[in-house]
T-cell receptor, first 114, second 112 residues
Framework: QQQVKQSPQSLIVQKGGISIINCAYENTAFDYFPWYQQFPGKGPALLIAIRPDVSEKKEGRFTISFNKSAKQFSLHIMDSQPGDSATYFC?????????????FGQGTTLQVKP | AAGVIQSPRHLIKEKRETATLKCYPI?????VYWYQQGPGQDPQFLIS???????DKGSIPDRFSAQQFSDYHSELNMSSLELGDSALYFC???????????FGEGSWLTVV
């Protein structure tokens, strides 16, 4: 059973547009929600993360929106660039202590067209 | 800044052989995680270690074992390899007091 569900599976956006990727989780014990960016053949790299006590977090062109009651969170990439073309994974974990393993969503392959 | 170091980066083994992957966490990180990522799949948690003790276990086959050594590096041992074990294996590290998990570049294992 997929504990973190991610959509869409793939996304094509024009340069300068907004890319939106959505995730939903089931386990209310999750309290840490990162987004990772992965290029082919590379390891996932942390992009931005949020905790449930905050509804929105912005870092540069990347924004996470968090809806605790709906158990959903999303990544918005403003002014999308061709260099943003990658696979994006949302994830969730139970936070601190030695159970901080990440549960990943299925991934979204983003293609930004010039 | 120092990152998570994994070796080897690429490995080709035959069925039923054994493979060992090594991971060197970011200095001062006390927690190590191993993940397996199949082609087009999301990373799946295998096992983690905190202060050299196994802290959590995921979908790791019984044919696989891992340990963390006194210098905090970790090794993933995979025996009786099967074709389905072909995947990208990631090691990641973090501080137990923090949430940010940093991933290595991964080790490509191909079983033929």
């Amino acid at each position: 059973q997929q504990q973190v569900k991610q959509s869409p599976q793939s996304l094509i956006v024009q340069k300068g547009g907004i890319s939106i990727i959505n995730c939903a989780y089931e386990n209310t014990a999750f309290d840490y929600f990162p987004w990772y960016q992965q290029f082919p053949g590379k390891g996932p790299a942390l992009l931005i993360a949020i905790r449930p006590d905050v509804s929105e977090k912005k870092e540069g062109r990347f924004t996470i929106s968090f809806n605790k009651s709906a158990k959903q969170f999303s990544l918005h990439i403003m002014d999308s660039q061709p260099g943003d073309s990658a696979t994006y994974f949302c994830a969730a974990s139970k936070g601190s202590s030695n159970t901080g393993k990440l549960i990943f969503g299925q991934g979204t392959t983003l293609q930004v067209k010039p | 800044a120092a990152g998570v170091i994994q070796s080897p980066r690429h490995l080709i083994k035959e069925k039923r052989e054994t493979a060992t992957l090594k991971c060197y966490p970011i200095p001062r990180h006390d927690t190590v995680y191993w993940y397996q990522q199949g082609p087009g799949q999301d990373p799946q948690f295998l096992i983690s270690f905190y202060e050299k003790m196994q802290s959590d276990k995921g979908s790791i086959p019984d044919r696989f074992s891992a340990q963390q050594f006194s210098d905090y590096h970790s090794e993933l041992n995979m025996s009786s390899l099967e074709l389905g074990d072909s995947a990208l294996y990631f090691c990641a590290s973090s501080l137990i007091s923090g949430n940010t998990i940093y991933f290595g570049e991964g080790s490509w294992l191909t079983v033929v």
